[in-house]
């Protein structure tokens, strides 16, 4: 428990690093080189504003890699001109005896550059580059283009292989051949209806195409929020998606060698739906334990409406909304669709801390949160709903004063950051202890 426990914090803590720093390539040397080349090509600082990926690995607007595989980088640009800043382009510099020479100048797909992600799709030794763009104000409406470039020959040629409006993607070694696919989601409108789909794009010598038919998703889905990937033999793709600002659902995607098809088996088939991943609040995958499997959180008991009870009047001062106990669990390959429980736990999205439960008492409590003071109080389960309760969790951070007159048995810390609370003796008699209490609370 304490191992697991140990991973969970480290994995939560990972997730809210600082992101890197974005600036410009500072001007000395080969960098100031490289600007002035640029510079010549397009004109001086006034005549151009650059343009910073907003995702993904690289978020400069000097994009410098080794596209063709000779040991030595090239150089990618992304501005726009001052006089027309709706379209973002792509300038291509090469370095050829020590020098940057500008080579290729191209429009790009959209007003705003979003990622940009180098693969080898066709093992020839050369990267393809996959470029998402957006529509400024458009969030949901994104374009994937993938290209190749050739510097060889003196004449640079930048070809577009592909050109599609999706909503999410992964580019990954989905049938582990060596080289990798492209993994593609995006939502059709026919007849008034959303339809989501995936399918395996694939490059085949000098030309990309779809792998095997698309599977239709969950209809439902708004938005995709995060893509994740189980590494391992036969890789599985997660992809959360939202529903509403409550209620989230992941697809879980993977590639059938056997029967050379791409699968979704948590989407059934007749109805277009996945239910059975559904969770009443915006709590992403993860593989909370760092053992190289992704853990769905999924509401434990969830009945498909909003996780909240029957609540009483407004009026009333105890006014206490339920919150839902999740299951993380995971799937794999060999049993495709089934769910395998491994942790349960109350995640506090609020004041981000979790409280592991013993899997024992998943059926013997219940989580309020009363709505004025934020406490969240452990019942008993009930019959009705909620019987005894058997201890508090209050929160509280650096940022507010304590008050003096708060006592409690347990209390654990992370900074400046605590969840303290009181065990009553109905808790005691159900099994609860101080120390285990404090030792299932979990930061993030
Ligand atoms: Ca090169
Ligand atoms: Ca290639
Ligand atoms: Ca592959
Ligand atoms: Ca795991």
Known sequence: MMLLLGAF?????????????????????????????????????????L?????????????????????????????????????????VLD?????????????????????????????????????SWSLSGTDSS???????????????EFKTLSNMPYKAMSVYDMDNDGSKEILVLWSETAQKVQHNYAALMKMTGKSLQQYGDEVILD????????????????PMVFVDA???????????????????SLKAPFTENGTHSNLSTLRASAIPVRDIDDDGRIEIPIAYGYTGSSGTSTLPSRQDADEEERIALNVWSVTGTAEPGVLVPKTFGMMDTVSRYVLVID???????????????????????TEAGRGEPLFSLVYSDGGKAKSKDSEYTFRAT??????SGTLTSAGIAAGFTNEGIQNSLVFY
């Open 9 to 49: 914090l480290l994995i939560m803590t990972r997730l809210h690093s600082p992101e890197e720093v974005l600036a410009p390539p500072n001007p000395n040397g080969e960098n100031r080189q490289l600007q002035q080349a640029f510079e010549r090509a397009v004109g001086a600082g006034t005549e151009y504003k």
């Open 414 to 419: 992370q900074g400046d950051r605590s969840v």
């Open 359 to 381: 899997s024992d008492y998943r059926d013997s409590v219940r989580f309020y949160r009363n709505k004025k003071t934020g406490v969240i109080t452990v019942y008993s389960a």
């Open 142 to 156: 994104r374009t994937m283009t993938v290209h190749t470039l050739d510097l060889s020959g003196g004449k640079a």
């Open 242 to 260: 939202l529903k509403d600002d409550n209620t989230m659902f992941t697809e879980v995607l993977w590639w059938n060698g056997v029967a050379q």
């Open 95 to 131: 370095l050829i005896d020590d020098e940057w020479v500008s080579v290729l100048d191209e429009s790009g797909y959209g007003s705003k550059i979003d990622s940009v992600t180098f693969a080898d799709l066709n093992n020839d030794g050369a990267s393809e580059a996959i470029f």
């Open 219 to 234: 209809s439902t889905a708004s938005v995709y929020d995060g893509v994740y990937v189980q590494e391992g033999q036969t």
């Open 51 to 91: 343009q910073f990926p907003a995702e993904g690995d690289y978020r400069s607007a000097y994009v410098l890699y080794d596209i063709d595989g000779d040991k030595e980088s090239e150089a990618l640009v992304f501005y726009a001109k001052t006089a027309d800043d709706s379209t973002v382009r792509i300038h």
